[in-house]
Antibody, heavy 119, light 107 residues
Framework: EVQLVESGGGLVKPGGSLRLSCAAS????????MNWVRQAPGKGLEWVSS????????YYADSVKGRFTISRDNAKNSLYLQMNSLRAEDTAVYYC????????????WGQGTLVTVSS | AIRMTQSPSSLSASTGDRVTITCRAS??????LAWYQQKPGKAPKLLIY???TLQSGVPSRFSGSGSGTDFTLTISCLQSEDFATYYC?????????FGQGTKLEIK
C-alpha cells in the first residue's frame, strides 16, 4: 500500500525557517517524481514545487522561488521541503504527492502537515 | 503561467442530478488536465487524468472531456458521497496550476 506521511509542520515566526519531511513507503520511491502542494486555510490548492526521480529536474512556484528548496533522499525514501524567510502568506497545509508516472499528475497524496507563520 | 478558470465556483444540486463543471485554460494544454475531488480535512483524490481517463477505482458516473483550452467534468447521477470541492489542474507545463475550485453542495 502506497503511503506518504508528512511531518515537520508547526508554528514559526515570520522570517523563520522550517523543514518539512515526507516519508514514503509501499512503492519504489526512486522511480517517481514528487511534489509539494499547499492549501491555505479555507482556500484552494496551490502547487509549490516538484522534483524528478533522480533530482535532475526541480521546479518552483514563483511565490516560493529563492526561499524554499525541495530535495529528496532516495536511500531513505524521503522527500523534503526546506522553507526559509517564511511569511504569513505561507501559512497552509502542505501535502506531498507522488506523480503517477512521467508527465502525469499526482495520484497519491499524504494527509498534510500544517505550517502556521505568525508572531 | 497558465491560468485555470473553473465555473461555477459553487453549485447546489440534489442526489440523482447530473452536474457539469467547466475548466478553461488561458492557453492550450492539449489533454494534460486532471480533476481532483477534495472533502473537508482530507487530501485531494485524483478522479480523472489526461482530460478523460478515469483513475482506477473511480466510479463510472464521473467522466471528463475536452482538449486544448476547454474541459468539463460531469457527474451523471449524484450520490451523497459526491458532495465535495472539485479542482482541475494542468500538468502541461510548470508551474502546474490549479483552478480555484468548485464547491458542490446539497440543495
Amino acid at each position: 500500500e502506497v503511503q506518504l506521511v508528512e511531518s515537520g509542520g508547526g508554528l514559526v515566526k515570520p522570517g523563520g525557517s522550517l523543514r518539512l519531511s515526507c516519508a514514503a513507503s509501499g512503492f519504489t520511491f526512486s522511480s517517481y517524481s514528487m511534489n509539494w502542494v499547499r492549501q491555505a486555510p479555507g482556500k484552494g490548492l496551490e502547487w509549490v514545487s516538484s522534483i524528478s526521480s533522480s533530482s535532475s529536474y526541480i521546479y518552483y512556484a514563483d511565490s516560493v522561488k529563492g526561499r524554499f528548496t525541495i530535495s529528496r533522499d532516495n536511500a531513505k525514501n524521503s522527500l523534503y521541503l526546506q522553507m526559509n524567510s517564511l511569511r504569513a502568506e505561507d501559512t497552509a497545509v502542505y501535502y506531498c504527492a507522488r506523480d503517477s508516472a512521467d508527465s502525469c499528475p499526482p495520484d497519491y497524496w499524504g494527509q498534510g502537515t500544517l505550517v502556521t507563520v505568525s508572531s | 503561467a497558465i491560468r485555470m478558470t473553473q465555473s461555477p465556483s459553487s453549485l447546489s444540486a440534489s442526489t440523482g442530478d447530473r452536474v457539469t463543471i467547466t475548466c478553461r485554460a488561458s492557453q492550450g494544454i492539449s489533454s494534460y488536465l486532471a480533476w481532483y475531488q477534495q472533502k473537508p480535512g482530507k487530501a485531494p483524490k485524483l478522479l480523472i487524468y489526461a482530460a478523460s481517463t478515469l483513475q482506477s477505482g473511480v466510479p463510472s458516473r464521473f467522466s471528463g472531456s475536452g482538449s486544448g483550452t476547454d474541459f468539463t467534468l460531469t457527474i451523471s447521477c449524484l450520490q451523497s458521497e459526491d458532495f465535495a470541492t472539485y479542482y482541475c489542474q494542468q500538468y502541461y507545463s510548470y508551474p502546474r496550476t490549479f483552478g480555484q475550485g468548485t464547491k458542490l453542495e446539497i440543495k
